[in-house]
Every structure is written in structure tokens, then in C-alpha cells.
């Protein structure tokens, strides 16, 4: 089962320049990829799938922009990968094309897939190209770290998302039946009326004046 523990980093200056590097390399990237998507559409009625854009980005994006090569390369996979999730949600639920991100958007944040470390008793996060940044580790957790999602608000305040596995089993969804389902009815006599027929009487507070 997955679950997000989000904590708040304090990283120095040179980590927080870092940082706006990231933001601006994988939002570099998450439009390129979106516009290629687009394009290649257009051209020939036909996707470009991730692993040929993943082939464009390393061989020839990034060693024509050589600045891109100051965010972690993880980093930058996924963005491409965002890309796609995004097309395939457009295409499933048939609602909010993908949109290019902009660098006024007063919330920023991009995604470390792997190679980040959490040191609970020191209250450090490792990130890539990154280094040590402090936190405030208040939740511990146990599991297997997926995808970090390191993101500045709008009141420029730095977090890191932490998705975990925590290895146990999805409960099973349970099904809704009048046996174990019940209305309420909100009235001004009565406090309530269940479907069942029971009524809940209207609180005396008087008793609290």
C-alpha cells in the first residue's frame, strides 16, 4: 500500500540555486516533451512513445544544452514520464489536455525517482546533485522509498514528498448494500431520521449556557 509522508527541508543558499536548477531543467524538458507529443501528432496522426523521446533527450538535447546537465538525470526521465501520464490520463477520462508549465507558477516542484537517502536520527535528506539537506523528520516510516517530490510554495517554504510501500495489502473495497448502508435525514424537529426508522432527538444544550 502507498502512502505520502511530506516533510519540510530547509536546504542553504547553494542548495536552494540547485534546486531552481532542477525546477527549470525538468520544466525544460516536461514542455519539450509536450511539444514533441504534439508535433509528432499533428505530423503523422501517430505518438512518439516515451523511450523515443528518452533517446532525443540524451543524445541530443542535453548535449546541445549543456546547462541541463547540472540537474540529476533521473530527474529529468521523469519528467518525460509525467508527460506520458498525463496524455494517458487525457486519453482515459477524456478531460484536461496537458498543459505547459510555466516558471511564474508560484508552486514549483519536481520528482527524484531514486537515489535520494532519509536519515531519521540526523534529520537529513541526501538528494542527487543536491547534498545533505536539513529537515524536520517528525513521521518515521518503514518501507520501500519510491518517488520524492521536492516542491517550493508559493510563500517559498521547501518540502519533500516521500511515496512509500509499506508492503502491506490494499484493503479489499467494500461492497454498499442496504444491509449495511444507512440514510440520514437532517429535520428541525428531530435531530435526525435514520432509514431504518430510528430518530436521534435534537441536543438539549441549554444545559451549556
Not at 13 to 20: A, F, P, R, S, Y
Not at 42 to 70: A, C, G, T
Not at 99 to 122: E, G, I
Request: glycine share 4%; charged share 25%.
Amino acid at each position: 500500500m502507498l502512502k505520502a509522508y511530506k516533510y519540510r527541508i530547509y536546504p542553504d543558499n547553494d542548495q536552494k540555486e540547485l534546486i531552481k536548477v532542477h525546477f527549470g531543467a525538468c520544466r525544460f524538458v516536461y514542455n519539450w516533451a509536450l511539444e514533441q507529443k504534439i508535433k509528432t501528432y499533428q505530423q503523422s496522426n501517430k505518438s512518439i512513445s516515451r523511450f523515443d523521446l528518452q533517446k532525443i533527450l540524451v543524445h541530443e538535447i542535453k548535449p546541445s544544452n549543456e546547462w541541463l546537465k547540472k540537474a540529476n538525470s533521473q530527474a529529468l526521465l521523469a519528467s518525460l514520464v509525467n508527460v506520458e501520464s498525463a496524455f494517458t490520463k487525457f486519453f482515459r477520462e477524456k478531460t484536461g489536455f496537458p498543459k505547459f508549465k510555466s516558471k511564474k507558477n508560484p508552486v514549483q516542484s519536481y520528482q527524484m525517482p531514486q537515489h535520494y537517502t532519509v536519515n531519521f536520527d540526523r534529520n537529513i535528506i541526501k538528494l542527487p546533485k543536491i547534498g545533505e539537506v536539513n529537515a524536520v523528520l517528525h513521521r518515521r516510516f518503514e518501507g520501500e522509498m519510491k518517488t520524492a517530490t521536492i516542491s517550493k510554495s508559493s510563500t517559498g517554504k521547501y518540502f519533500i514528498s516521500i511515496l512509500v510501500d509499506d508492503g502491506k495489502e490494499t484493503p479489499e473495497k467494500q461492497e454498499i448494500s442496504e444491509s449495511n448502508t444507512i440514510g440520514i435525514d437532517v429535520g428541525i424537529k428531530d435531530f435526525a431520521i435514520l432509514s431504518n426508522g430510528e430518530k436521534v432527538e435534537n441536543p438539549n444544550t441549554s444545559k451549556f449556557s
